[in-house]
């Protein structure tokens, strides 16, 4: 499944599922494919894979990987590049979105489309009589899983009031009001897919049944409903295991998670799967790589950086533990934009930081993966932008030189690679499962599974080396029972959620998070991001702050336009309360 082949038009075909008339009527158009020749198990094969498909096409504000939902809006990264490039980002990074802005109305369409392409197969598998039917219950269950994470998507996004459109609706253009919560369907969606999908799969790309029950935790946990989520993710966390049939774990080198030779590890639970060929190569972030041209990595377009916020976040004491304190503001910071010398930024390499700030950040004078140290022309725009830069989706030389990767792989001028997108991940689930022991006062039970992850990053091979010593002074320490967050069960609940922003850094999740966690809390963390960020970087400084009702996006209004009224003059696409 790296590659993933178009072989009809989805539109045209919708057309032909529903069509009736004269003897002419049924004479397929040039360029289609007519039921009669999808209703069989070669058909609901490529239908099913057209589903999968929609996951590798998107656009940058549609893209699965959320590096604008999640992490640029959650204060992990700011828009980067410079003011006026894609300057529909510039509203969002500065919690001034409108409804008119594009980048919503892509993430909008794009759920929509998948669910088509569900939706169609369903309806076509319903009339195949020929098919094996373990073949076809495996079928039927991933299509169910690849519904429910669309609209999962849409629900992170815009809350849970969407309009709900399945198989059962044939209509070509849907009318649907968005008057119910959806959070039923996509559960409902996810006890097919468990139910159907096998412990393994022929190809590991396809979701079996541990990712079915993965995505059902994650959905629960973001409807806020930790006790039923829980015992889902103890399951996966003590008996999952892959597609291919790994026993989920974290790996000991954490940059295998972000390697096309080792993808599909037992960490992945479920993988979107890119390959090195023309659009195929990850577009939804092809913009998302340090700027510079030939000789650096991606060479374009300098989008996507890190804040200095999340860059100090990486400061620990002297006991090798996390500021939780927040005293992790305070000078001396990690790297410093230069007043002269070399480099336009330096890094402070005596501050003890934990090592995965070198994982997630490209910082001045740290080695970036296999490319040497950063150089200057990597920035866009170092007044807009700031000093530090994207690393965990970024290829390696390596991966360049053997062909996996390429500068221009993207439409002909952006870079993209075949390094797959872990969209659920055992790390992810491990600290979700924390997060429910600490919220269940299972204070020692959860840090137990804190400490498993710190141990995992304070292997010496997480360590970023420089002349053959470490690039800077990484500590890193598990958190001793005499701590605090093993008897205060506030502090144990700092202590998880600052693992989750250190952990998964960079990966579209912070934002959720924090929406999640609560309207205020989301508010107050996010003022506080905006008011340090403020000092370093201009644009910051008039940002408002973000109103605590809106944790989700507003409608796209042209999709408000274009949906409009029912016979009773009612609108079928009503507005979140908090964005009218």
Known sequence: M?????????????????????????????????????????????????AYANLTENGWGASPSNWTFGSMYGGDANKGSDANDQSVLNEMETYSTLPTNSYISEKYNWVYKGAKRVNIA?????????????????????????RALFYFEGIRVFGPYLPWVDETNTDNDPKVHNDMDIYPKVLADLDIAISDLPDTQDTPGRANVWAAKALKAKVLMQKGDLTAAKPILKDVVDN?????????????????????????????????????????GNTGMSIAYPHGGAGAPGGCCGFFQPSQELANSYKVGPDGLPLLDNSYRNAPYTSERATSGEY????????????????????FGVPYKDWGVPQNNWVRDVANGGIYLPKKHVYTKVELDAGLADGGLSAGWAPGSAMNLQYLSFRDILLLYAECLANDGELAAAMGVVNRVRTRAGQKVNFVMLNGEPAANYQIANYPSTHAAFTNKEVCIDAVRMERKLELAMEGQRWFDLARWGGNYMSSRLAEYIQFESQFLAKFA???????????????????????????GNPYLVQPEPWR
């Open 344 to 363: 336009i930024a330096v890094s402070n390499k005596t501050i003890p930081v934990d090592p995965r700030i070198d994982l997630a950040i490209g910082r």
């Open 240 to 280: 999952g295991k892959t597609s291919n049939g790994l026993k989920y774990d974290l790996e000991e080198d954490m940059s295998a998670n972000f390697d096309t030779y080792r993808e599909n590890g037992k960490e992945s639970i479920f993988a979107i799967q890119f390959s090195a060929e023309r659009d195929n």
């Open 122 to 146: 369903l309806q076509t598998m319903e009339h195949v009589e020929d098919m094996d039917a373990a073949i076809q219950k495996k079928r039927n269950g991933e299509l169910h899983f690849l």
């Open 2 to 50: 790296k590659r993933i082949h178009i072989l009809f038009l989805i539109l045209s075909m919708g057309a032909l599922l529903s069509s009736c008339g004269e003897d002419f009527l049924y004479k397929a158009p040039q360029g289609s494919i007519d039921q009669d020749a999808l209703t069989n198990q070669t058909g609901i094969d490529l239908l099913t894979t057209t």
């Open 542 to 568: 008039g940002a408002p702050v973000l109103n605590p009702a809106r944790t989700m996006f507003p409608l796209p209004e042209g999709q408000i336009q274009t949906m409009g009224v029912d016979e009773e």
